[in-house]
């Protein structure tokens, strides 16, 4: 096992048990920070796949962003939450919560069943890409090659995802304004 | 070489976490992060199979969709979750019983 695989399992590792304690954890602003972890770890795997980009993007979107909007409306929506949210969650998983536990472990069974099922390392098309020298190299700069496909190849979803977004703003502000019922 | 199926593994183990929280959780803002669990992992499937992608970069592109997509969601879903809190003075889902009027 060499250094790249250890920092992997590391990583994933990280990932996974940060992941879970957000899960189990009995404190809303614990997992909050803890999300923040899961994220970190989330974008280290990115780099594994050789997507520096979009781990660069995860790191701005959804640290930048997402998180600093969710600890804005935990701040917001009062102290009451925190309280209610520490009576009902005595213990590590509560007895009300193994029908959800239960679901969510069967899920997790059929789904690694389907998938050592389909093989996905046995793919026709990842060889035939392997054939064809296709497959992105760890030297590769991929960045420019992603700003060029979204301006050529990908500029009609670019551009629905850009209204969308635009709408997303105008909407955002509109529900959070304060005075009149909306 | 980290082989695909481990890509898939930890998207799979990651999906159930979400998928937990989204079921179990009694507080909108953690049914939210169980969503943003399920979201990432995706997104990490879309980036591991982007690998083998090299000119066209389908993957990485949409996983960068999918980031964007997810940012927005985040900002309507506070968003309501906000107007929420001023009506009812909860978030929990299940306290919210009434429509308008």
């Known amino acids: 096992m060499n250094l790249t695989q250890m920092l992997f399992y590391l990583m994933a590792f990280i990932t996974l048990s940060s992941a879970l304690f957000v899960a189990a954890s009995g404190s809303l602003v614990r997992s909050i920070f803890m999300f923040f972890i899961t994220l970190f770890g989330l974008a280290g795997l990115y780099v594994f796949a050789l997507a520096d980009f979009v781990a660069i993007t995860q790191i701005v979107i959804y640290m930048g962003g997402i998180l600093v909007l969710i600890l804005f409306a935990f701040m917001l929506s009062g102290r009451e939450t925190l309280d209610r949210l520490k009576q009902q969650n005595n213990g590590f998983i509560g007895f009300k919560n193994w029908p959800s536990l239960v679901l969510a472990v069967l899920f997790f069974v059929v789904m690694i069943l389907v998938v050592r099922k389909a093989m996905p390392d046995n793919l026709p098309w990842p060889k035939e890409a392997a054939l064809l020298d296709q497959v992105i190299k760890p030297t590769d700069t991929t960045t420019g090659n992603i700003g060029v496909n979204l301006m050529t190849r990908y500029l009609l979803p670019f551009e629905a995802i850009s209204i969308l977004l635009m709408m997303v703003l105008v909407g955002a502000a509109h529900l959070s304004r304060k005075g009149e019922s909306v | ?101």
């Open chain 2, 1 to 101: 070489m980290i082989t695909l199926t481990h890509f898939m593994f930890i998207s799979v183990a990651l999906f159930c976490i979400g998928l937990y929280m989204v079921v179990s959780k009694s507080n909108a803002i953690q049914v939210l992060i169980g969503i943003e669990l399920i979201l990432n992992a995706a997104i990490l499937n879309l980036v591991a199979f982007g690998k083998y992608d090299k000119m066209a970069n389908n993957g990485q592109t949409f996983a960068i969709f999918a980031i964007v997509l997810a940012a927005a969601t985040t900002a309507v879903a506070l968003a309501i979750i906000l107007n929420v809190y001023r009506k009812y003075k909860t978030i929990e889902p299940d306290r919210i019983d009434q429509l308008k009027d």
